[in-house]
């Protein structure tokens, strides 16, 4: 079955930085746009960036040229590097794909952004 996994949240201070993985599993990893969303609390979950199959990433305007979303279609992962951490980028972030007709999460990983 699809797993998405995510790792590599904690907490940090301003001005730092986070690298997020996510490790797919279950599905032909390669021919599918990757996504990351987050969800801070009180809030909806938004998208983050994404990652098409051929490289392809774009990203919302609050994390361009703050965060970078990559993947390696070798290993079925897909990360994403964050930069210049400010406290509005705490949630939780979660790895996605639409695969097969549907859609998948995985369980989150936590970012906190806080002197």
């Known amino acids: 079955q699809v797993q998405l996994v995510e790792s590599g949240g904690g907490l940090v201070q301003p001005g730092g930085s986070l690298r997020l993985s996510c490790a797919a599993s279950g599905f032909a990893f390669r021919f599918y746009t990757m996504y990351w969303y987050r969800q801070a609390p009180g809030n909806q979950r938004e998208l983050v960036a994404k990652?098409?199959?051929?490289?392809?990433?774009t990203y919302i305007d609050a994390v361009k040229a703050r965060f970078t979303i990559s993947r390696d279609n070798s290993k079925n992962t897909v990360s994403l590097e964050m930069n210049s951490l400010t406290v509005e980028d705490t949630a939780v972030y979660y790895c996605?794909?639409?695969?097969?007709?549907?859609?998948?999460w995985g369980q989150g990983t936590q970012v906190t952004v806080s002197s």
């Open positions: 996605n794909t639409f695969a097969e007709l549907q859609n998948f």
């Open positions: 990652i098409t199959r051929s490289g392809e990433a």
